[in-house]
């Protein structure tokens, strides 16, 4: 049994064929947006497209969205063309060589790239990526009308009847002349390209194919043979980006550039922070199908988040992440929130920012602003807190000024009013002195001058106390005192 290689026949038949063909069809560019463009055309909802895969590394692969197929393009060589055929020759013999083996999925749609296409592996992939994905997406146009007509047909045939269908041809080649192409369009006619595209797609899971929408709570559960659970938390889970204990590091991105200082481009920053998500339901069926594991699932929230928080952060000021810490931890929920749904099928339901980080010599500066602002303010308390001692000194002022003019006028007062009574009692002594007087006089029946007689006596006797005496008597010999008087000191 003679080994042979597809794909060499049809790249030999290319080059035998020359110039003036109009048969082949055009070759669509390894371009996303071609791709996408040519699947939007044929019947691909305008929600899903093709993008980019960078490369194999864990972090560029973490930077596709869900996929449920996949379109690699290489180089076809000498050495490929040995392994096809070796491959070719293994499964004409019922035997499985380097991975190639007969597909049984009753599900699964091929078609055979037949001669007469030219350089239209592109599109034959295309096909292959998108119609293989009826079990997770809906389609409708003209590639569910072809595969629904091709169902029952071999590969084959199918590759035949899809040579004739001109509005998949049409489709195709509209997209492979879009302004969106990057390289120039190949000639109709021209030679092979020696590359060629290959589909992977999902094969849907054991032997029926059948994916439950129906989601259990944990415990108990019978099952029937090759069946299983795809388990995901009943609650709340938490994604975490932190150096303590977080399943990724903080968030290292940049604010938005600061008013005052339009051209710095922002800050570097790195947000600590922390999100709970919760599956629903209705929709687990759908993750499963998007990422097929659990973690897979989680790591790709991770990732979707993680961009937001990033993307979110750039929209704020450095001051903001001061003063409106709680505002920009809505808007981050809100917006993970819209991402995780439409594109992890689960609900975001809190969000806090644990911790924000800036540059050393970017903290030191803010400190420095932050602790004259608060020094201008304390100056500013403490002259209002001069202002109120001052006024107290003034109202004390005023006070002590009423107090003394009030002290004053008591004084002043007082003094009168002593003096009137000093006054009043010397008139009410004297007055009682003269009453007694005439009272003794009458009494002891004296004259006046024997009154005066008494008066002297007693000022003798009032003043005997100081030891010295002076006082008036009459002349010896004489009968009257009024006549003549000498001075004795006793």
Sequence with gaps: MEAVDELAKINDQLRKQGAGSTGPWLALESNPQIFTDFGHRIGLP???????????????????????????????SEPIYAARRVQDLALREGRCHLGA??????????????????????????????????????????????????????????????????????????????????TALPDRDGPPLDHHFAAFVRSRNFLTGNISEKAER?????????????????????????????????????????????DSGGQPISISCAVQVRFVPDMIQRVYLSFGSFEAARQRYLLLAGNVVSNTAQEYTPTDFWSKRDVIAARML??????????????????????????????????AVQVAEQAKVV????????????HISVLQSENQAAIANISAGAEAKAKEIKAAARRDAFNLKQGMKAQKYAELRKALELSPSQMGEYFKVKSVQGQSSQGKVVVGLPSVGKSSMKDHSVSGEL
């Excluded at 490369?55 to 996949?70: H, I, N, R, S, T």
């Excluded at 439409?342 to 803010?366: C, L, P, R, T």
């Design 334 to 367: 809100y917006k993970i929130n819209h991402t995780l749904w439409h594109q992890g099928y689960v609900e975001a339901m809190q969000f806090e920012i644990m911790k924000v980080d800036f540059a050393k010599q970017f903290e030191d500066s803010i400190t």
């Design 218 to 262: 944990g415990g108990i559960h019978f099952l029937g043979p090759l069946k299983t659970f795809f388990t995901v938390p009943a609650g709340q889970g938490t994604l975490q980006w932190s150096w303590k204990s977080g399943d990724r590091p903080p968030v290292q991105t940049r604010t938005g550039a600061d008013p005052q200082d339009p």
């Design 46 to 76: 305008t929600t899903l497209e093709f993008c980019d895969v960078l490369g194999l590394d864990p972090e560029l692969l973490q930077l596709v969205p869900p996929a449920v197929a996949c379109v690699l393009l290489f180089p076809c």
């Design 379 to 390: 100056n500013e308390y403490e002259q209002q807190v001069q202002q109120v001692v001052q």
């Design 101 to 182: 083996s007969v597909a049984t999925e009753p599900d699964l749609f091929f078609l055979k790239q037949v001669i007469g296409f030219g350089n239209a592996c592109g599109t034959i992939a295309c096909l292959h990526a998108i119609s293989n994905c009826r079990a997770w997406i809906s389609l409708r146009g003209p590639l569910e009308t072809f595969v629904c007509s091709q169902a029952s047909a071999s590969p084959k045939h199918r590759g035949e009847a899809l040579l004739e269908d001109t509005t998949l041809r049409s489709s195709s080649e509209s997209a492979a002349a879009s302004t969106a192409a990057q």
